[in-house]
């Protein structure tokens, strides 16, 4: 059964970046706030109600508790940022600098769009030991 009050990150399992930074923040968060489900788990993405085509925007984090809140690329990324060690702190202040956040954000767009030929593409899906339901779950034994 799935656990609730953990946030649920949406990332890109074939992109080298994004694994890199889940694996990252698997290591600083250790299951406690967060679990994850690959862009490429179709099973997982259409219980949350997720289609190909909000994958093209970016990373995704859903916060299933009531009332519900969803947020997308830069701004996820924001939020993920906002609930680690100090990082209320540095996000709070990225915001308040004039031009930064517009800044963020155009370059989360260019990385998102170019992801693949910036960092290269994994033969495999990463699929995380800290995953969203049981499918995903066994798939990362079998790994």
């Given at each position: 059964m799935r656990d609730l009050m953990k946030k649920q990150v949406i990332y890109d399992g074939n992109c080298n970046l994004c694994v890199?930074?889940?694996?990252?923040?698997?290591?600083i968060d250790q299951g406690?706030?967060?679990?994850?489900?690959?862009?490429?788990?179709q099973i997982v993405l259409q219980q949350l109600g997720i289609t190909d085509q909000d994958c093209e925007m970016g990373m995704i984090l859903?916060?299933?508790?009531?009332?519900?809140?969803?947020?997308?690329?830069?701004a996820a990324a924001e939020e993920i940022g906002k609930l680690l060690p100090l990082g209320n702190a540095f996000i709070t202040a990225y915001r308040l600098m004039p031009g930064v956040k517009w800044l963020g954000d155009r370059t989360y767009e260019q990385v998102r769009d170019h992801r693949y030929q910036l960092f290269g593409k994994r033969p495999d899906t990463y699929y995380s030991g800290h995953a969203i339901g049981c499918h995903a779950i066994d798939k990362t034994m079998t790994k």
């Open positions: 890199s930074l889940v694996q990252v923040l698997e290591k406690s706030q967060f679990e994850y489900a690959p862009m490429q788990d859903i916060d299933p508790n009531p009332p519900q809140s969803q947020w997308q690329g830069s």
